[in-house]
């Protein structure tokens, strides 16, 4: 079969590969067999192909003298001594008439039928239209050029595999890759080998009769994305269909920002633990500054401060968002037992505790709790903070209630937007940022509110998809 690609070039191919329309398809158009004539030459079966064709119900048809369809009489009788002289005949042409006199070339293919005793009773088969045959394989192979077309001009791999892992079939894409390469062993064509390969995929597909998906670098230094299918040709063959999509600049550009991140996680804690310790040794000797503005050197203590917290706010971020630092693993944790270790690193606030619960979390919402009880220490002034535990159904609430200044209605709101911060010791606007990213990471929520008479309250509810998973 020669095939013409889209710039007008004549692709040659294994007939049997490029083409999707198989030898006998157009016995598979009629529904077998179409027509019966007993030895006396009289129809005793049509059916709606045999109707169609001679233009006469199938009422019609039963019982009609054979003799009656054929143009030329001399035709019945030639086909009548070949029949039973062999018992079957195939490919028979002859000039059948319609009802309405007009001619119509046909193609029959007939067996004898014999009763229990071997008897001839008749013959059967099946009536085909020449004409309606030709259309329709002209109307089918157009469609399988275009689709062979589109197999062409597809902008990723695509053959086929025989049981003995010889390529059968190779699309443009993969011609123009590796040049000649059909009849040849699928391990020699991607991956210049002179044996399989361990774990062979494609008899993985042959033995399970289900696809596969992989990746692996071929020969050339490209990267694929490989899909196999079983596939079975028109003989009824067993292969395996192989599409292949080139994704190497996808993982060079993965493999890339990998190495980026890592290089910029070194930087960052380079840079926060030299930064850090300056930092810290500029705040211990700020004291010591000599100069009698006080002005001055609490604005200076103030930037210190906030470069500080900054630093602290990153590493939290980090800690909580990389599995490479800390604990990512959830496990049932005790709030109340963690929340009293916090406790000891503030001991001018009285924090006390209410209720108990357990929840699934990882060590990262420590950094929670511990943003919460320094922003009421340091933003809201409180003194007092009183956490209560309570379970609700599958979920588990904690919620932080302090008697400091209280949070304006105008900006509750935007309090977990990323760099917001408000009042005159504002920080990064992190914090709280951080916190709420830790808290969805879990699957659960925070809200704020006001505590009467004064105060804030911070809540967090914790869910879980098993409730027995909280108590």
Known sequence: MVIEDSTGRKIKNNKKYNTFLPDNYMNQVYVLPNISINKEGVIVYANEDTSRILGYSKNELLGMEATEIYLNPADRQLLLKELYGKGSIQNFNVTMKRKNGKQVDCKLEMTVFRDSDGMILGHTGIIKDIQLESDLRQRLEKENKRLFSVLEQLPVYVCLYDTNRNVVFANKFLRDRFKKIESKKCYK?????????GDCPILRVFESNKPIVYEKTQRDGKTAEIHTYPFIDTDGNRLVLELGIDITERKVTKDKLVELNETLEIMNKILRHDILNDLTVALNFCDLIATEDV????????AISKSVELIENTREFEKAFNGREGSTDAK???VKSKLAELTEHYPEININFLGSCRILVDESIMIVFDNIIRNAKVHG???RIDVALKREGKYCEVSFADNGKG???EIKNKLFEEGFGYGLNKGSGLGLYIARKIIKKHGGDITVSDNKPKGTIITLKFKSENVHEIC
């Open 295 to 302: 002005d001055i050197k609490d604005r200076v203590m103030k």
């Open 381 to 383: 002034k409180a003194d």
């Open 407 to 409: 949070i304006p209605d």
């Open 189 to 197: 064509v991607f991956y210049d080998a002179d044996k399989p390969c």
């Open 332 to 334: 049932l944790f005790d």
